[in-house]
């Protein structure tokens, strides 16, 4: 691995989320918090100092970004990103370093899991730097300096390749820096609709924004302690919802709808078996907390309206990865925790802002494994695999199967480690489950009411290591753990 280069780019990254970071000391002079104007000023210092010392560490580039650079760089900005994006919680008083890691962490992947006990009571500046990391992370905060830095040349490629894995977005532009900026452009679109969809409902700027962040990036991270139930607005829902379903799609079809390929977008299975899952779950769910005559010890719902509304929340902000909550789903029945448990894995699709195995991976394994029956009976048989009519190669198949080892392992072993820690059996499963899919709430003692500080120190570092490998689908994190990724190249 080149490591001047590493430290060059490592080092023009963190200045540039150090320049970040003053958005949120805008809001902090308008609300008048003058420490928390201190501490992310303080943050953009070091974060600005930092990067400069990088950069000069690292000199000028003589040479492009290799697909091994490019690996490197994508995992351990990620991992410093965080690092730097938790000083405002430290300097501030809010957190101790491990929590202001975890929320960082958490944020930047788009998480929404949390450490912070009495949200309202934070300071609004501090919120919105916390809803600001759901929005960098949510496109990717490299695939941003991609788009927005001039000098980033032809390894921008390799970059975003290394922090997007899996299919090509549909339709975009082959110069990799255009992909980037109208990935942005989107995104941005989005942003300005539901704030202003949101702000016509009834909410402040403020939270408008704030709840936007945490929409669009599939984050979860609200400014109310009861997270949206805390409006009390089905208007709010209604719209939270239509945007959770639209940042759960493939950004590559929005370009489609843009250059007017309907039939692009029509053709598309994986839009909509993503579609059909939703759907099929909430009336599922629906159905089965709908109790007009009690819920026999669970929380149910004694009329269809009120069953609909809560349960399709739910399940739209549970399988896009959102982590919005609106009711305590960790009193449904059964059925519907375990569904929704499912659900957290599958969730939603590749080249969203959402987290979890992809529904297209889903598709792929299921067709690997129905035609791995069928050679069983038919051993002649040649069959290619195909998703929206494009065959699927026998080394994306490989990637995909290698993928899917890993995660179950990393799942397996990971709530086994969680569960040594002394939390109950729900609570360590569905805490891999929630940070490793980018979730948030889980079950049992992190569920829909509760947070993360239950959890050990060693806890939490581990599941904010789960909560990158989530975002950047496992490979990017993982080689970092090979010793010989770091010979010098």
Known sequence: MNYRLIAHYLGIFSIALGLLMLPSAGWAVYFREWPSLAALLGATAVSVVLGGVLALLGGRPTRGISQHDAVGLVGISWLLLAGLGALPYVFGGIFGPVDAYFESMSGFTTT?????????????????????????????????????????????????????????????RPRIKNTASILWKIYLGFTVAETTALMVAG??????????????????????QASIAGFNSL???LIIIVFMVAAGVNFGLYFA????????????????????LLLLAALAVTLNIYRPNGGGGFLTYPTIGKALRYGSFQVVSIMTTTGFVTAD?????????????????????????????KVVRIMVLLKMAYWRLEHTFRPKTVRAIRVAGVVVEDSLQRTIYAF???????????????ASLGLPFTGAISSVAATLNNIGPGLGVVGAVQDYRVMPDIGKVVLSLF???????????????????WRRT
Not at 260 to 275: C, Q, T
Not at 404 to 418: E, N, P, R, W
């Open 235 to 237: 208007a709010i829902e």
């Open 257 to 276: 709808l843009l250059r007017k390929r309907w039939r692009a977008v029509l053709k598309d299975a994986e839009w909509r078996v993503y579609l059909l």
């Open 329 to 357: 789903f960790d009193q449904w029945p059964d059925f519907s925790r375990l569904l929704l448990l499912m659900l957290m894995f599958v969730g939603a699709s590749a080249g969203s802002t959402g987290g979890g195995m």
């Open 203 to 224: 909410l402040s700027l403020f939270e408008a924004l704030t709840q936007t962040f945490g929409t669009l990036a599939t984050g979860g991270f609200s400014t109310r």
């Open 112 to 172: 929404g899991s949390t450490v912070l006990g009495d949200i309202e009571a934070a300071p609004k500046s501090i919120l919105f730097w916390r809803s600001f990391t759901h929005w960098l992370g949510g496109m990717g905060v490299v695939v941003l300096f991609i788009a927005v830095l001039p000098f980033i040349g032809a390894g921008g490629k390799m970059l975003f390749r290394s922090e997007t894995p899996g299919p090509d977005p549909h339709g975009l």
């Open 467 to 485: 909560m990158v490998m989530g975002r950047l689908e496992l490979f990017s994190i993982l080689v970092l753990m090979v010793p010989t990724f």
């Open 404 to 418: 899917f080892v890993l995660y179950l392992a990393i799942f397996v072993l990971g709530s086994l480690f969680i």
